[in-house]
């Protein structure tokens, strides 16, 4: 077997075509039309799909059929193929956003639908830095596709198939562990808010307004053009959020009420919903706080930073019920917050503080279990990831 370089366009019935143009309509004219859109995670969900206006006459040239192959040609998934291995039932069209090829008998759809997975595809489609060009037919037809020939110098379809055949035990394997992780994933991500709720609500606890709890120090507020490269960092919500997030600095000296240190307790109050709104641990020394931030600190030595973290923490959903402004930015004001109740272990109707510091400490080994868990998952899908790019790569690296 030896293997060879053609270019698509001569393992092709017909030369690639563009698709319809028209708009989608929830209609039932009795011809659906696939969209880039309707293409997720590789699959169809062909009862979605909507209708459209078509002429008898140009219904023909655009019906797809089995082992089509159609490529998005814009947006963010330019490039990016799916084959059609269904049997359809109904008259479905393409959207003009899609490129259509149809395999003659020279290759497999299976075959050429997994070459067009793998890197010897995308290195023609993707320029130097990673940039698509447009895509369109004309440059889609002179892609060079590997194919194996047999020792006539035929086509040689039993080869295709049993890589193709190779690929799909793989590639079905990878999609089982990738599963796999993606529920461990959402166990693990729930793991220290479950521990956290359990012992917050089920302990018996006292309540306590956060207000007579903790003093609010709002941050300092700053323009565009205060920030500098030279300084103290600008914590903002993006940097306790994302250890990874770049630091705005300020080099000027600014009132002691704005600076914070390892091991204050900081809560943001502003931006989305879900993402924006929560207590935090400062760990990464002097800096100066961001407004839309507090720094909180307790009004006695009767309460443990690392424990209020958590207690805030429970109550972010009452938190951003409460918060005002509009769809996507919010804020809660301080008025609200101080109001907001605690949960806060007592004895003999005192904050009691080696329980605070005990169930601290077991919500910390908690989510560092969930942290490490996550960590650990992250790095077995990059694996999987690693495992489908190296077999596609060694498929089409035939000799010649």
């Not at 895509?135 to 020939?149: G, H, Q, W, Y």
């Not at 198939?161 to 690929?167: G, N, Q, T, V």
Request: hydrophobic share 35%; with cysteine.
């Amino acid at each position: 077997m030896e293997g060879r370089d053609i270019k698509l366009n001569n393992i092709l019935e017909t030369s690639p075509q563009y698709g319809f143009t028209a708009s989608a309509t929830s209609k039932k004219t009795g011809v659906q039309m696939l969209r880039i859109t309707d293409i997720q995670n590789g699959s169809v969900d062909w009862s979605a799909v909507p209708f459209c206006e078509i002429s008898k006459n140009k219904e023909n040239k655009y019906l797809l059929q089995k082992y089509d192959i159609v490529f998005a040609r814009t947006g963010a998934t330019t490039g990016k193929t799916f084959l059609i291995t269904d049997d359809l039932k109904n008259k479905i069209v393409f959207a003009s956003y899609l490129i259509r090829v149809r395999p003659n008998k020279s290759v497999l759809p299976e075959y050429l639908y997994h070459f067009f997975q793998s890197q010897r595809y995308w290195s023609q489609i993707v320029t130097r830095g990673g940039i698509k060009p447009n895509f369109n037919a004309s440059k889609l037809k002179n892609i060079e596709i590997t194919l194996p020939f047999d020792s006539d110098g035929k086509p040689d379809l039993a080869e295709q198939k049993r890589i193709a055949d190779k690929l799909d035990k793989v590639f079905a394997e990878v999609e089982k562990g990738t599963n796999t992780l993606s529920k461990n994933a959402q166990y693990a991500n729930k793991v220290g808010a479950s521990a956290m709720r359990q012992l917050l609500t089920t302990a018996k606890l006292g309540e306590i307004e956060l207000g007579k709890v903790l003093n609010l120090q709002n941050g300092r507020a700053f323009k565009e053009t205060d920030w500098s490269t030279k300084g103290l960092p600008i914590v903002r919500i993006q940097n306790l959020n994302n250890p990874e997030a770049r630091f705005n600095h300020y080099e000027p000296k600014v009132e002691e009420r704005f600076l914070i240190d390892s091991g204050d307790l900081l809560i943001s109050w502003s931006g989305t919903p879900g993402t924006s709104f929560g207590a935090f641990i400062w760990q990464r020394g002097k800096a100066i706080l961001n407004q839309h931030i507090f720094n909180a600190v307790p009004t006695s030595d009767k309460f443990s930073k690392g424990y209020l973290k958590y207690a805030v923490g429970e109550k972010l959903d009452e938190m951003i019920l409460n918060s005002h402004g509009g769809v996507g930015l919010q804020h809660i004001t301080k008025t609200d917050l101080v109001k907001v109740k605690l949960p806060i272990p007592l004895k003999d109707g005192e904050p009691d503080l080696e329980r605070q510091e005990s169930i601290a400490d077991e919500l910390d080994k908690m989510f560092s279990y969930s942290k490490n868990l996550s960590l650990t998952i992250e790095k077995q899908r990059q694996a999987f990831s690693s495992l489908r790019s190296s077999v596609l790569n060694q498929s089409f690296q035939l000799q010649t």
